[in-house]
């Protein structure tokens, strides 16, 4: 985990896009009441919110599924 990125911007941003394209669906699954896959997809928007702070404060990458 000490890979350091040169433009943790760009990281960070690509992030919290794919977060709130995943928010997006996961409020239309809420709506049409297909909730185990809401819930699944709500664990995947803090995932990667969580990854964007990390490189946000850290300028590392984070360690991926493996």
Do not use: C, R
């Not at 919290?16 to 909730?35: C, I, V």
């Not at 990854?51 to 404060?57: L, M, P, T, W």
């Amino acid at each position: 985990m000490d890979e350091k990125i040169e433009n943790s911007e760009k990281i960070v941003q690509f992030w919290k896009e794919s977060s709130n394209q995943n928010y997006e669906t996961m409020q239309h699954l809420m709506q049409s009441k297909d909730y185990n896959w809401s819930l699944f997809l709500g664990h995947l928007v803090i995932e990667k919110l969580l990854k964007a702070h990390y490189v946000k404060k850290t300028s590392e990458a984070p360690t991926v599924h493996s």
